[in-house]
Nanobody, 114 residues
Framework: QVQLVDSGGGLVQAGGSLRLSCAASGTIGSIDNMAWYRQAPGKQREWVATVTRDGNTHYTDSVKGRFTISRDNAKNTVYLQMSSLKPEDTAVYYC????????WGKGTLVTVSS
């Protein structure tokens, strides 16, 4: 059983920065992909970024150049560094990990004010 604990959300002004973290714990053999998704009010959950086990990254177009996803395999942790934040980035952000099956964090709220 794997548990994902995501954290780091909060209130930030437009143009500011924030870093999200997600730590995996439990019985872990090998984690393949780790990722971040987000869900804004009235919208469906959307994919934001993915980092593979060997460090390759992929981003949705709306965050390219502003967000950076990374991972620390020794700590079983994935990060999302967000900069130049916009009000439209406001959402609950969810951590994702594939460990034989898919696991989700409970979400952390990011609110960007204008």
């Amino acid at each position: 059983q794997v548990q994902l604990v995501d954290s780091g959300g909060g209130l930030v002004q437009a143009g500011g920065s924030l870093r999200l973290s997600c730590a995996a714990s439990g019985t872990i053999g090998s984690i393949d992909n780790m990722a971040w998704y987000r869900q804004a009010p009235g919208k469906q959950r959307e994919w934001v970024a993915t980092v593979t086990r060997d460090g390759n990254t992929h981003y949705t177009d709306s965050v390219k150049g502003r967000f950076t996803i990374s991972r620390d395999n020794a700590k079983n942790t994935v990060y999302l560094q967000m900069s130049s934040l916009k009000p439209e980035d406001t959402a609950v952000y969810y951590c994702y990990a594939y460990v034989n099956i898919v696991y989700w964090g409970k979400g952390t709220l990011v609110t960007v004010s204008s």
